[in-house]
């Protein structure tokens, strides 16, 4: 993914707990000052398809395929490093589990997935899947995380998903979306505060986050 584009403006919005009390962007002694941003991160490890469940090259990908279609699309966020978020990143096989949900089929290549889910959904629909998967404005750790049961974050789709702290001891958070007849996605331990020490952090999720029932 080769994104040139900077930040299109986008609207403030608001990372709220429940109770009404605002989340600290960061558990941090120090808030980040790093620049880098979570694009130049997920293309660290090329910008191709390749063996690996465990990355990010369909997101990667999409992302790619979103701002070449739609090049002031707000997914510019994510290549500007100057601006403070956090996002939560499905893996290439959280991709593959929703391909095989939405077409009922299951692919077996990261090119197949992602032509699939493309065909199926259009990419103004994959625009609002990515954006719902990044929070503006704060940069979350998993420590601030881990203490935030309860909490609602607002996404740069506009809509909200909920934070559930189910064992802070072992570090196991769920985080539930506007589709309640799928399974939720849970932060992976390992693959924690990745871009860690810049404005824009990023957590691997198991599942992709649904902005609405698909």
Known sequence: MRIRRTLSVLAATSVVVGGGLVLAPSASASAPAGTASLAALLASDGDTFDRSWRDFDILDQAVGAVLAAKPSSPVAVLADGTVPLTAFLPTDRAFQFLAKDLTHRWYGTEKEVFTALAAAVGIDAVEQVLLYHVVPGATIDSTTALA??????????????????????????????????????????????????????????????RPADL
Do not use: M, Y
């Open 148 to 209: 935030s049961d309860g909490a609602v974050l607002t996404t740069a789709q506009g809509g909200t998903f909920h934070v559930d702290v189910i064992s802070r001891r072992f570090g196991i958070v769920q985080l539930r979306d506007q589709d309640r007849n799928d399974l939720n996605p849970f932060l992976i331990p390992g693959k924690l505060d990745l871009n860690a020490g810049n404005v824009q952090i990023a957590h691997a999720i198991t599942f992709v986050l």
